[in-house]
């Protein structure tokens, strides 16, 4: 009989099935060290702290005091630390581990506040699981919210992205100071970025983005122009880029896109074939030589080179086209030519003036220079310094010494102990003149280099502006000569004005066929030896050309009908057309689309409402049910640059990030960089903020404003 049968009753006498068992009837167990287990004792209550310090040990050894156990949730966030209190005493209190504050630890002052602390401070503090799905403002829904989750590979992306739009080096990723802050106060799991995972990723980023923007063009049922210029970096290599511009359909609107496809290393010697085989090469792996339909150069000989060999190997080209309306001649290069031709006969008059802002803008001077204004009465201004080679710096430069010549002179003569070099009053009408002279190169220059809209149909009224520009001021005996001088080299680009201006400010409802009319026969009335472009001729080959697209598209009869308009005309273009407007017949529907567009008054066009914001984009863009074959037709002879500028603004953008710290960078790597750059401004928009800036300088050349301290304490 083991133990295990029986039971103890009150008397702690043993028992078994309720009957009192005597002590010899029991038999003595076999000991077995398996079945040998240890009861817990019960949790006694709490005991007080005064209880537990007299509370001595069992174990050998000297005494200890033992204190309670602190169970409470709210030590997993809180260290015991002895801190001096205001009194001087040395007292317990309660450390957060999150933000280091610490509070009252007094064993009979409970946790409360302790925990209210915890779910505050936690809450801002402690790392967030990383699977744990958040909120996010950056969603592609109607509400723009959705569900986040911190991912490591969508933050190497993200980051990839942000160095090629950001133009940062590659060891961007790799700045401790930069990993310390993210993982420190916006994400503890993220991890460094190599730079050669880096590469990775961008090259990884920039063949799939290529492959999307493949499948658009292969898509795209319109036409494709480039634009095309060679550049030579600081690392003495060759580079040629190719950006593509076209009309999309984008939220039922037409929209004018500009896409880099290729920022390239280009192979010695830069001849015309080298040119074109580049090129071809591009176009070929974009898969759009089936869509070309112009291309804009400069006029370097290698390009019209290249343009015949285009014009003899795409068999895909309009035969309507010629190599009149395939290769458009950059405007902006051409006007920098006339430009700077006349620019010789003027510099010794400027010397003088750009001396004067050289010395008041040195730091020595400044201060000495604010007193002067003060004594003027005019408020402190930045002057611009002007560059010899870049003609516009001129302009900007004589631009912000408007109103300011008298205090000018006064600081720069009272220094100047030679009255040689004092800057007269006829010094400064000279310059002013010029300014003015020039106003109308620098407004065709910033109306032809917009990235989103149409500049095609701009040029022709820019053409007359510059030469009733040289008709006015050839009446100066001073400007005589600066005048034939421009005048040689703008009928040297321009004596036969390209058809496809022509045909575009056709196209353009506030201009149409009469206004086109006396816009050349304007140029060439103003021009000395007059112009070999002969209108008729012109208007024959548009019709021409309208023909292919009837052939090709179909034909409509369908005419327009609708509201009045009026609109107003300030610059010397629009006070010609003035004379041209009401000078239409009525529609006749036995007609073809061009010809009762042509003959249609402009109030049976456009609106009131569309004349005041007029969008040449949104029009055609709403006349397709009335004019479907030509607004396909005006679409394309839209879409054309009338510039290089595009080409140019990749070429700063590659020498911004091609610097003497990255002069090694791979051509491939540096392609993808300026690739992804130019195609996250795409789709931000931003594509043209050098000109913004540059309108934005010209709009506030008052450096104070305001809130500017009256008393110039700071220059």
Same mark, same amino acid.
Not at 119 to 139: F, I, M, N, R, V
Not at 618 to 646: E, H, N, Q, Y
């Given at each position: 009989?083991?133990?295990?049968h029986?039971e103890l009753?009150?008397?702690?006498?043993?028992?078994?099935g309720?009957?009192?068992?005597?002590?010899?009837?029991?038999?003595?167990?076999e000991?077995?060290?398996?079945?040998?287990?240890?009861v817990p004792?019960?949790?006694?209550?709490?005991?007080?702290?005064?209880?537990?310090?007299?509370?001595?040990?069992s174990?050998?050894?000297?005494?200890?005091?033992?204190?309670?156990?602190?169970?409470s949730?709210?030590?997993?966030?809180?260290?015991?630390?002895?801190?001096?209190?205001?009194k001087?005493?040395?007292?317990?209190?309660?450390v957060?581990?999150?933000?280091?504050?610490?509070?009252?630890?007094k064993?009979?002052?409970?946790?409360?506040?302790l925990?209210?602390?915890?779910?505050?401070c936690?809450?801002?503090?402690?790392?967030?699981?990383?699977t744990q799905t958040?909120?996010?403002?950056?969603?592609?829904?109607?509400?723009g919210?959705?569900?986040?989750?911190?991912?490591?590979?969508?933050m190497?992306?993200?980051?990839a992205r942000?160095?090629?739009?950001a133009?940062q080096?590659l060891?961007?990723?790799?700045?401790?100071r930069?990993?310390?802050f993210l993982?420190r106060?916006?994400?503890?799991?993220?991890k460094?970025?190599?730079?050669?995972?880096?590469k990775?990723?961008?090259?990884?980023?920039?063949h799939?983005?290529?492959?999307?923007?493949?499948?658009?063009?292969?898509?795209?049922?319109?036409?494709?122009s480039?634009?095309?210029?060679?550049?030579t970096?600081?690392n003495?290599?060759?580079?040629?880029?190719?950006?593509?511009?076209?009309?999309?359909?984008?939220?039922?609107?037409?929209?004018?896109?500009?896409k880099?496809?290729?920022?390239?290393?280009?192979?010695?010697?830069?001849?015309?074939?080298?040119?074109y085989?580049?090129?071809?090469?591009?176009?070929?792996?974009?898969?759009?030589?089936?869509?070309?339909?112009s291309?804009?150069?400069?006029?370097?000989s290698?390009?019209?080179?290249?343009?015949?060999?285009?014009?003899?190997?795409?068999?895909t080209?309009?035969?309507a086209r010629?190599?009149?309306?395939?290769?458009?001649?950059?405007?902006?290069?051409?006007?920098?030519?006339?430009?700077?031709?006349?620019?010789?006969?003027?510099?010794?008059y400027?010397?003088?003036?750009?001396?004067?802002?050289?010395?008041?803008?040195?730091?020595?001077?400044?201060?000495?220079?604010?007193e002067?204004?003060?004594?003027?009465?005019?408020?402190?201004?930045?002057?611009?310094?002007?560059?010899?080679?870049r003609?516009?710096?001129?302009?900007?430069?004589?631009?912000?010494?408007?109103?300011?010549s008298?205090?000018?002179?006064?600081?720069?003569?009272?220094?100047?102990?030679?009255?040689?070099?004092?800057?007269?009053?006829y010094?400064?009408?000279?310059?002013?003149?010029?300014m003015?002279?020039?106003?109308?190169?620098?407004?065709a220059?910033?109306?032809?280099?917009?990235?989103?809209?149409?500049?095609?149909?701009?040029?022709?009224?820019?053409?007359?502006?510059i030469?009733?520009?040289?008709?006015?001021?050839?009446e100066d005996?001073?400007?005589k000569?600066?005048?034939?001088?421009?005048?040689?080299?703008?009928?040297?680009?321009?004596?036969d004005?390209?058809?496809?201006?022509?045909?575009a400010?056709?196209?353009?409802?506030?201009?149409?066929?009469? *206004?086109?009319?006396? !816009?050349? +026969?304007?140029? #060439?009335?103003?021009?000395?030896?007059? &112009? @070999?472009?002969?209108?008729?001729?012109?208007?024959?080959s548009?019709?021409?050309?309208f023909?292919?697209?009837?052939?090709?598209?179909?034909?409509?009869n369908?005419?327009?009908?609708?509201?009045q308009?009026?609109?107003?005309?300030k610059?010397?273009?629009?006070?010609?057309?003035?004379k041209?407007?009401?000078?239409?017949?009525?529609?006749?529907?036995?007609?073809?689309?061009?010809?009762?567009?042509?003959?249609?008054n402009?109030?049976?066009?456009?609106?009131?409402?569309q004349?005041?914001?007029?969008?040449?984009?949104?029009?055609w863009?709403?006349?397709?049910?009335?004019?479907?074959?030509?607004?396909i037709?005006a679409?394309?002879?839209l879409?054309?640059?009338?510039?290089?500028?595009?080409?140019?603004?990749a070429?700063?953008? *590659?020498?911004?990030? !091609?610097? +003497?710290?990255? #002069?090694?960078?791979?051509?491939?790597? &540096? @392609?993808?960089?300026?690739?992804?750059?130019?195609?996250?401004?795409?789709?931000?928009?931003?594509?043209?903020?050098?000109?913004n800036?540059?309108?934005?300088?010209?709009?506030?050349?008052?450096?104070?404003?305001?809130?500017?301290?009256?008393?110039?304490?700071?220059?």
């Amino acid at each position: 009989m083991s133990y295990s049968h029986f039971e103890l009753d009150e008397n702690f006498h043993f028992v078994q099935g309720g009957e009192e068992v005597a002590n010899e009837e029991i038999a003595e167990p076999e000991f077995d060290p398996s079945n040998i287990f240890i009861v817990p004792p019960e949790r006694s209550p709490p005991t007080s702290q005064a209880s537990q310090s007299g509370s001595t040990s069992s174990t050998a050894g000297p005494t200890t005091t033992s204190k309670r156990q602190r169970t409470s949730i709210v030590w997993s966030c809180f260290t015991l630390e002895k801190r001096q209190n205001k009194k001087g005493e040395m007292v317990d209190q309660a450390v957060c581990k999150y933000c280091q504050s610490a509070l009252s630890a007094k064993s009979n002052g409970g946790t409360g506040h302790l925990r209210r602390h915890m779910e505050t401070c936690q809450t801002k503090h402690a790392p967030q699981d990383p699977t744990q799905t958040q909120l996010s403002q950056y969603g592609s829904g109607s509400s723009g919210i959705t569900s986040f989750r911190y991912s490591q590979q969508n933050m190497r992306e993200g980051l990839a992205r942000y160095i090629a739009a950001a133009e940062q080096p590659l060891t961007f990723s790799e700045d401790e100071r930069l990993i310390n802050f993210l993982q420190r106060y916006v994400q503890p799991q993220l991890k460094k970025v190599p730079r050669n995972t880096l590469k990775r990723d961008l090259t990884k980023i920039f063949h799939d983005m290529k492959k999307l923007l493949i499948n658009t063009f292969i898509n795209f049922n319109g036409v494709i122009s480039i634009s095309s210029d060679c550049w030579t970096g600081i690392n003495m290599v060759g580079y040629f880029c190719v950006t593509s511009h076209s009309i999309h359909e984008i939220n039922g609107k037409w929209r004018l896109e500009k896409k880099l496809l290729a920022f390239r290393e280009l192979e010695y010697p830069h001849t015309g074939s080298v040119i074109y085989a580049a090129i071809m090469s591009v176009l070929r792996e974009y898969e759009i030589t089936d869509k070309l339909f112009s291309i804009s150069f400069d006029n370097a000989s290698a390009n019209t080179a290249a343009i015949d060999m285009f014009l003899r190997n795409i068999s895909t080209l309009m035969p309507a086209r010629g190599s009149k309306f395939f290769h458009v001649r950059c405007v902006c290069h051409i006007i920098n030519l006339i430009v700077q031709a006349g620019m010789t006969h003027i510099n010794h008059y400027l010397e003088k003036i750009r001396a004067s802002i050289l010395y008041i803008r040195a730091p020595s001077r400044r201060q000495q220079f604010l007193e002067t204004l003060k004594i003027f009465g005019l408020k402190r201004r930045k002057f611009n310094l002007d560059m010899k080679v870049r003609w516009n710096s001129t302009y900007l430069m004589l631009l912000s010494c408007q109103n300011y010549s008298e205090a000018i002179s006064s600081f720069y003569n009272e220094r100047i102990n030679d009255e040689d070099y004092h800057i007269t009053d006829y010094d400064w009408n000279v310059a002013f003149k010029f300014m003015d002279f020039l106003k109308v190169f620098y407004d065709a220059t910033l109306a032809c280099s917009t990235v989103y809209e149409p500049t095609s149909c701009r040029v022709l009224m820019h053409l007359y502006n510059i030469s009733y520009t040289f008709k006015t001021f050839r009446e100066d005996i001073m400007f005589k000569n600066i005048c034939d001088t421009m005048e040689e080299k703008f009928q040297k680009y321009w004596k036969d004005i390209p058809h496809l201006f022509v045909f575009a400010a056709v196209l353009d409802p506030t201009i149409k066929e009469v *206004g086109a009319k006396l !816009l050349v +026969e304007g140029i #060439s009335e103003n021009l000395q030896t007059g &112009l @070999d472009t002969n209108f008729d001729t012109i208007m024959s080959s548009m019709h021409e050309l309208f023909n292919f697209y009837r052939n090709k598209f179909g034909s409509s009869n369908t005419c327009s009908n609708v509201q009045q308009a009026s609109t107003s005309y300030k610059n010397p273009a629009h006070l010609l057309l003035l004379k041209g407007k009401g000078v239409a017949s009525s529609i006749d529907t036995n007609r073809n689309e061009l010809q009762r567009y042509c003959s249609a008054n402009l109030e049976d066009l456009a609106t009131p409402s569309q004349l005041q914001n007029f969008d040449i984009l949104d029009f055609w863009m709403g006349k397709t049910s009335f004019f479907p074959i030509l607004s396909i037709m005006a679409r394309d002879l839209l879409t054309p640059p009338a510039s290089t500028v595009a080409s140019e603004s990749a070429f700063s953008t *590659g020498g911004r990030i !091609l610097d +003497e710290h990255r #002069s090694r960078l791979s051509s491939e790597t &540096l @392609d993808s960089l300026l690739c992804l750059k130019d195609w996250e401004d795409a789709e931000r928009r931003v594509q043209q903020d050098w000109q913004n800036a540059l309108i934005k300088q010209i709009e506030s050349l008052n450096v104070d404003q305001d809130e500017v301290d009256p008393d110039y304490a700071e220059y």
